[in-house]
């Protein structure tokens, strides 16, 4: 049942490449997970521009007079100041596989997917198809923007360093991984969702439903254990979105 206090407002990047999911952003979709877990109450809002963020970055929060970003310290503000905590039941061990699924897929597979969306050649028709919102001369300039900063951020982060086949790999070696684990698991972390929960689907979803070409999304649709997990994760908690995964990508494979 929800808890009846003041709803939180979630800012976040719109729905995007036919994915039958609330946002296009791994962030935001983890935050909106991470609520349905709880059972908080939140309205939300479609907002693009992350600059107008409090840190300059996507998604970030309205909860009575505070407003938050970065969606690891929502978490942690929300557990605080609400009350509720899906990992309370957890002990060290499972909470340190947790923190270590969570680091892998932000820290390391976040960085695989955006430079399989758009940083790659046919990139700029992935961001285009995001931003098919914006007018079309403005539209060319953003994507020009968003991938040259991108392609910095994943250079100097190490990543972008490497040759497609190389980060393909590196991608797909953590989707194997996350696919082995889920063997006889109904979550990550046991028989009830998580935390890690939120993270992990947030990140495997959008690597399933969009309706792009890369070979990221190729791998990740031959993955029986990660599509099964996603699909269970949608019919709990995001079931307005179950009746569309029959015609996404997903099933493709």
């Not at 809002?45 to 963020?53: L, M, Q, S, V, Y």
């Not at 820290?107 to 997917?113: C, D, G, I, T, V």
């Not at 992935?126 to 403005?138: I, Q, R, T, V």
């Not at 968003?146 to 070696?173: C, E, V």
């Amino acid at each position: 049942m929800m808890t009846r206090q003041p709803k939180i407002r979630l800012y976040k990047f719109a729905p995007g490449w036919a994915a039958p999911l609330p946002t296009a952003g791994p962030f935001a979709l983890k935050l909106e997970t991470w609520f349905r877990i709880a059972g908080l109450e939140y309205d939300s809002t479609i907002e693009n521009d992350a600059r107008k963020g409090p840190k300059q970055k996507s998604p970030w929060i309205d909860d009575r007079d505070a407003r938050l970003a970065d969606s690891e310290l929502i978490v942690e503000h929300l557990i605080k100041t609400r009350g509720v905590d899906p990992d309370a039941r957890l002990d060290p061990a499972a909470r340190g596989a947790g923190l270590a699924w969570r680091r892998l897929f932000e820290e390391h597979f976040h960085q695989a997917w955006e430079h399989a969306i758009f940083a790659r050649s046919d990139g700029a028709q992935n961001l285009a198809l995001f931003l098919e919102s914006m007018a079309l001369p403005l539209r060319a300039i953003a994507s020009y923007k968003i991938r040259s900063s991108l392609r910095k951020q994943l250079f100097a982060r190490g990543l972008g360093r490497h040759d497609d086949a190389t980060i393909d790999s590196m991608a797909n070696a953590d989707l194997d991984a996350a696919d082995a684990w889920l063997v006889g698991r109904q979550f990550f972390l046991g028989d009830e969702p998580t935390t890690t929960d939120a993270t992990t689907f947030a990140f495997l979803a959008l690597s399933l439903f969009p309706a792009i070409e890369t070979p990221l999304h190729a791998h990740a649709r031959t993955l029986r254990n990660v599509r099964a997990y996603c699909e269970r994760m949608i019919a709990r908690f995001f079931p307005e979105a179950a009746k569309l995964i029959g015609a996404a990508p997903a099933r493709a494979a």
